[in-house]
Protein backbone atom coordinates (compact mmCIF):
# COMPACT_ATOMS: atom_id res chain seq x y z
CA UNK A 1 0.00 0.00 0.00
CA UNK A 2 1.24 3.59 -0.95
CA UNK A 3 1.07 6.77 0.59
CA UNK A 4 -0.46 8.95 1.12
CA UNK A 5 -2.48 6.34 4.39
CA UNK A 6 -5.41 7.29 6.18
CA UNK A 7 -6.05 5.88 9.24
CA UNK A 8 -9.07 6.76 11.69
CA UNK A 9 -7.63 7.16 15.11
CA UNK A 10 -11.17 6.66 17.71
CA UNK A 11 -14.27 8.88 17.11
CA UNK A 12 -12.12 12.07 16.21
CA UNK A 13 -8.85 11.72 14.72
CA UNK A 14 -8.20 11.06 11.08
CA UNK A 15 -3.90 10.63 10.43
CA UNK A 16 -2.70 11.13 7.17
CA UNK A 17 0.45 9.06 6.57
CA UNK A 18 3.04 10.36 3.57
CA UNK A 19 5.79 8.04 4.81
CA UNK A 20 7.40 6.00 7.50
CA UNK A 21 11.04 7.76 7.45
CA UNK A 22 12.79 11.52 8.17
CA UNK A 23 12.88 13.20 5.13
CA UNK A 24 12.17 16.66 4.20
CA UNK A 25 10.39 15.74 0.83
CA UNK A 26 8.23 13.81 2.73
CA UNK A 27 7.87 16.23 5.90
CA UNK A 28 6.94 19.36 3.29
CA UNK A 29 3.99 17.25 2.19
CA UNK A 30 3.05 16.85 5.69
CA UNK A 31 3.61 21.23 6.08
CA UNK A 32 1.56 21.56 2.34
CA UNK A 33 -1.25 19.70 3.54
CA UNK A 34 -1.37 21.54 7.26
CA UNK A 35 -1.31 24.86 5.66
CA UNK A 36 -3.89 24.10 2.98
CA UNK A 37 -6.31 22.45 5.84
CA UNK A 38 -5.52 26.24 8.10
CA UNK A 39 -6.29 28.72 4.64
CA UNK A 40 -9.65 26.65 4.66
CA UNK A 41 -10.39 24.50 7.33
CA UNK A 42 -13.28 21.90 6.39
CA UNK A 43 -16.76 22.17 8.73
CA UNK A 44 -15.75 20.38 12.20
CA UNK A 45 -11.89 20.11 11.72
CA UNK A 46 -10.76 21.15 14.72
CA UNK A 47 -6.90 21.09 15.03
CA UNK A 48 -4.00 19.41 12.58
CA UNK A 49 -0.71 18.63 14.52
CA UNK A 50 2.07 17.98 12.28
CA UNK A 51 5.01 15.04 12.75
CA UNK A 52 7.94 13.64 11.19
CA UNK A 53 5.83 11.82 8.03
CA UNK A 54 2.39 12.27 9.19
CA UNK A 55 -0.46 14.99 9.46
CA UNK A 56 -3.16 14.26 12.53
CA UNK A 57 -6.81 15.80 11.99
CA UNK A 58 -8.71 16.03 15.33
CA UNK A 59 -12.53 16.82 14.31
CA UNK A 60 -15.81 17.05 16.20
CA UNK A 61 -17.12 13.86 15.55
CA UNK A 62 -21.12 16.04 16.38
CA UNK A 63 -20.15 17.87 13.21
CA UNK A 64 -18.52 15.36 10.97
CA UNK A 65 -16.84 12.13 9.90
CA UNK A 66 -13.85 10.44 8.97
CA UNK A 67 -14.94 9.62 5.26
CA UNK A 68 -15.51 13.51 4.73
CA UNK A 69 -12.56 15.01 6.82
CA UNK A 70 -10.39 12.17 4.72
CA UNK A 71 -12.00 13.97 1.58
CA UNK A 72 -11.38 17.09 2.56
CA UNK A 73 -8.00 16.40 2.99
CA UNK A 74 -7.58 14.74 0.05
CA UNK A 75 -8.92 17.74 -2.22
CA UNK A 76 -5.90 19.71 -0.32
CA UNK A 77 -3.24 16.84 -1.01
CA UNK A 78 -1.85 19.05 -4.44
CA UNK A 79 -1.60 22.29 -2.16
CA UNK A 80 1.84 23.99 -2.43
CA UNK A 81 4.28 23.90 0.47
CA UNK A 82 4.39 27.05 2.80
CA UNK A 83 7.34 29.17 1.86
CA UNK A 84 7.33 31.90 4.49
CA UNK A 85 8.46 29.68 7.32
CA UNK A 86 11.50 28.28 5.03
CA UNK A 87 12.14 30.93 4.01
CA UNK A 88 12.71 32.96 6.99
CA UNK A 89 15.51 33.65 8.96
CA UNK A 90 17.24 30.18 10.72
CA UNK A 91 16.23 30.67 14.43
CA UNK A 92 19.33 30.94 16.84
CA UNK A 93 19.87 29.00 19.95
CA UNK A 94 23.28 29.35 22.08
CA UNK A 95 25.06 26.38 23.29
CA UNK A 96 28.03 25.61 25.78
CA UNK A 97 30.35 22.29 24.55
CA UNK A 98 32.27 22.49 27.90
CA UNK A 99 32.48 20.73 31.42
CA UNK A 100 29.31 19.06 33.23
CA UNK A 101 27.04 20.99 30.75
CA UNK A 102 28.54 18.24 28.24
CA UNK A 103 28.02 14.89 29.67
CA UNK A 104 28.13 13.07 26.87
CA UNK A 105 30.97 14.60 24.66
CA UNK A 106 34.03 12.57 25.26
CA UNK A 107 31.90 9.22 24.86
CA UNK A 108 30.24 10.46 22.29
CA UNK A 109 34.13 11.60 20.50
CA UNK A 110 34.65 8.41 21.07
CA UNK A 111 32.04 6.55 19.39
CA UNK A 112 32.01 8.34 16.49
CA UNK A 113 35.90 8.02 16.06
CA UNK A 114 36.17 12.09 16.08
CA UNK A 115 37.84 14.49 18.80
CA UNK A 116 35.36 16.57 20.66
CA UNK A 117 36.42 19.81 18.80
CA UNK A 118 35.38 17.67 15.73
CA UNK A 119 32.15 16.78 17.06
CA UNK A 120 31.15 20.57 18.26
CA UNK A 121 32.17 21.64 14.70
CA UNK A 122 30.27 18.97 13.15
CA UNK A 123 27.20 19.54 14.98
CA UNK A 124 26.98 23.50 14.61
CA UNK A 125 27.78 22.68 10.76
CA UNK A 126 24.04 20.42 10.93
CA UNK A 127 20.92 22.40 9.05
CA UNK A 128 19.01 21.69 11.56
CA UNK A 129 14.74 22.48 10.82
CA UNK A 130 11.94 22.15 13.44
CA UNK A 131 9.57 19.12 12.42
CA UNK A 132 7.22 18.36 14.85
CA UNK A 133 6.58 19.25 18.80
CA UNK A 134 6.24 16.71 21.54
CA UNK A 135 6.73 14.69 24.50
CA UNK A 136 6.84 17.63 26.11
CA UNK A 137 6.19 21.26 26.21
CA UNK A 138 8.57 22.78 23.88
CA UNK A 139 10.12 19.94 22.94
CA UNK A 140 11.14 20.68 19.53
CA UNK A 141 12.50 17.96 17.80
CA UNK A 142 14.84 18.77 14.99
CA UNK A 143 16.10 16.54 12.14
CA UNK A 144 19.75 17.50 10.61
CA UNK A 145 22.03 15.93 12.52
CA UNK A 146 25.05 15.39 10.50
CA UNK A 147 25.68 11.43 9.38
CA UNK A 148 28.98 11.30 11.13
CA UNK A 149 27.13 12.26 15.07
CA UNK A 150 24.32 9.93 14.50
CA UNK A 151 24.59 7.67 17.05
CA UNK A 152 21.29 5.14 18.29
CA UNK A 153 19.65 5.82 21.67
CA UNK A 154 21.49 4.68 24.95
CA UNK A 155 20.44 1.48 26.47
CA UNK A 156 20.04 3.49 29.65
CA UNK A 157 18.74 6.95 30.15
CA UNK A 158 20.16 9.24 32.80
CA UNK A 159 17.95 10.79 34.99
CA UNK A 160 17.23 14.42 36.16
CA UNK A 161 18.97 16.36 32.78
CA UNK A 162 18.54 20.22 32.98
CA UNK A 163 16.48 21.95 31.18
CA UNK A 164 18.42 23.76 28.16
CA UNK A 165 20.06 20.19 27.50
CA UNK A 166 20.92 19.96 23.82
CA UNK A 167 20.08 16.20 22.81
CA UNK A 168 21.15 14.07 20.12
CA UNK A 169 20.05 10.81 18.83
CA UNK A 170 20.60 9.45 15.17
CA UNK A 171 19.49 12.33 12.99
CA UNK A 172 17.53 13.71 15.31
CA UNK A 173 18.49 16.71 18.10
CA UNK A 174 16.73 19.07 20.42
CA UNK A 175 16.85 21.45 23.46
CA UNK A 176 14.89 20.05 26.57
CA UNK A 177 12.89 23.28 28.15
CA UNK A 178 11.72 20.70 31.43
CA UNK A 179 14.04 18.84 33.82
CA UNK A 180 13.26 14.91 32.45
CA UNK A 181 15.68 11.67 32.13
CA UNK A 182 16.43 11.15 28.60
CA UNK A 183 18.60 8.20 26.70
CA UNK A 184 19.28 10.70 24.23
CA UNK A 185 23.12 11.84 24.47
CA UNK A 186 23.80 14.95 26.12
CA UNK A 187 26.48 17.41 24.21
CA UNK A 188 26.02 20.63 25.63
CA UNK A 189 23.87 23.12 27.45
CA UNK A 190 21.94 26.56 26.10
CA UNK A 191 20.73 29.49 28.10
CA UNK A 192 18.13 30.34 24.82
CA UNK A 193 15.12 30.45 26.10
CA UNK A 194 12.73 28.04 24.36
CA UNK A 195 9.25 28.72 25.81
CA UNK A 196 8.22 31.97 25.58
CA UNK A 197 5.96 34.68 27.52
CA UNK A 198 3.88 35.30 24.54
CA UNK A 199 0.24 33.50 24.85
CA UNK A 200 0.26 33.99 20.60
CA UNK A 201 3.79 31.92 19.88
CA UNK A 202 4.42 29.96 23.41
CA UNK A 203 7.69 28.21 21.79
CA UNK A 204 10.63 29.98 20.37
CA UNK A 205 10.20 28.65 16.91
CA UNK A 206 7.17 26.59 14.75
CA UNK A 207 6.93 23.58 12.66
CA UNK A 208 8.66 24.44 9.56
CA UNK A 209 11.11 26.36 11.04
CA UNK A 210 15.21 26.30 10.43
CA UNK A 211 17.43 26.53 13.52
CA UNK A 212 21.48 27.30 13.83
CA UNK A 213 23.17 26.72 17.14
CA UNK A 214 25.99 29.00 17.72
CA UNK A 215 28.99 28.35 20.40
CA UNK A 216 29.31 29.98 23.56
CA UNK A 217 32.12 29.97 26.18
CA UNK A 218 31.72 28.77 29.73
CA UNK A 219 32.13 32.34 30.92
CA UNK A 220 29.45 33.81 28.17
CA UNK A 221 27.14 31.14 29.16
CA UNK A 222 27.45 31.85 32.59
CA UNK A 223 27.05 35.75 32.14
CA UNK A 224 23.74 34.69 30.22
CA UNK A 225 22.65 32.77 33.30
CA UNK A 226 23.11 35.80 35.35
CA UNK A 227 21.46 38.18 33.47
CA UNK A 228 17.99 36.38 33.86
Known amino acids: ?20 EIAEAIHARVLALDAALAADPPAGVIEAVPAYAGLLIRFDPLVTDHAAVEAAARARLGAAPPAARAAAPAREVEVCYEGELAPDLAEVAARTGMPPEAVIAAH ?7 YMYGFAP ?17 TTARRDIPAGSVLIAGPQCLVSTLKMPT ?3 IIGRSPTQILTDDPARPFLFEVGEAVRFTRLTRAEFDARGAAR
Not at 1 to 20: D, Q, T, Y
Not at 124 to 130: D, I, K, N, P, W
Open 124 to 130: LAGEYRV
Open 1 to 20: MGFPRFRALAEHGLLVEFGA
Open 183 to 185: GWW
Open 138 to 154: GYAYLAGVPQALQLPRK
